[in-house]
């Protein structure tokens, strides 16, 4: 596709319950990545794939927070019993390779109740 | 650890002046790379320009421009001729080379709003 695209747009989900955000990067992107963007703040890291090396895990908040992506393609980030705390929106972003720009997608915002 | 500080919290312009946005960052690396993001009330994240440390001449792009003053540790933005698209927010945010994540710091954002 032209962009990275994100899905679902908006997810609202009750404490306790898992959730599933999905990442389709730039087309031939090898590096993706994942932020948390908590309202009125800036974007933390979280977690970081590289082609088929091992991810960069050091960002995740906790071991409710995990993430795959197969290869070179689409990545999802999973929550497992989800707190309020865990509201905010969740950015992906692709790069060319490492270190080159990032683009960024349009974010899921996650809403717990 | 790196930190991005940005210090102006909101601000505000009018069409056509021209307006600069203030950055800071702490690092020991002499080698890095600094962004200008824009995230507009859609929330997609827009490059806006790029600066490799390494290089001495100012980045530039269109009506937007930096001053990067690599040992004061400042990276400011300028907007030029301020059009009613530039209201948003601003973030500015710090890569480092080393490490296996290429990853961003961002700092807390400026919000921009450009009036008539």
């Known amino acids: 596709g032209a962009g990275v695209s994100q899905s679902p747009s908006n997810k609202v989900t009750e404490k306790g319950k898992d959730v599933e955000l999905r990442c389709d990067p730039i087309?031939?992107?090898?590096?993706l990545y994942w932020y948390r963007q908590r309202l009125g703040q800036g974007l933390e890291f979280l977690i970081y794939?590289?082609?088929?090396?091992?991810?960069?895990k050091s960002g995740l908040p906790s071991d409710r927070f995990s993430a795959e992506r197969t290869g070179e393609s689409v990545s999802t980030l999973t929550i497992q019993r989800t707190q309020q705390e865990d509201s905010a929106v969740y950015l992906c972003?692709?790069?060319?390779?490492?270190?080159?720009?990032?683009?960024f997608g349009p974010g899921t915002r996650l809403l717990v109740l | 650890a790196q930190t991005v500080t940005q210090s102006q919290p909101e601000m505000s312009v009018q069409e056509a002046e021209t307006v600069t946005l203030s950055c800071t960052y702490d690092?020991?690396?002499?080698?890095?790379?600094l962004f200008w993001y824009k995230q507009p009330p859609s929330r997609q994240m827009i490059l806006v320009i790029r600066?490799?440390?390494?290089?001495?001449q100012n980045a530039t792009e269109n009506r937007f421009s930096v001053n990067f003053q690599k040992a004061a540790k400042s990276f400011s933005l300028k907007i030029s001729d301020s059009q009613l698209g530039d209201t948003a927010m601003y973030f500015c945010?710090?890569?480092?080379?080393?490490?296996?994540?290429?990853?961003?710091?961002f700092g807390t954002g400026t919000r921009l709003q450009v009036t008539l």
């Open positions: 600066q490799e440390a390494y290089k001495q």
């Open positions: 794939f590289q082609g088929n090396s091992a991810p960069d």
């Open positions: 087309s031939g992107h090898t590096a």
């Open positions: 690092t020991s690396e002499n080698n890095y790379y």
């Open positions: 945010a710090f890569m480092s080379p080393t490490g296996t994540a290429s990853k961003l710091t």
């Open positions: 972003a692709s790069s060319l390779v490492f270190l080159e720009t990032q683009y």
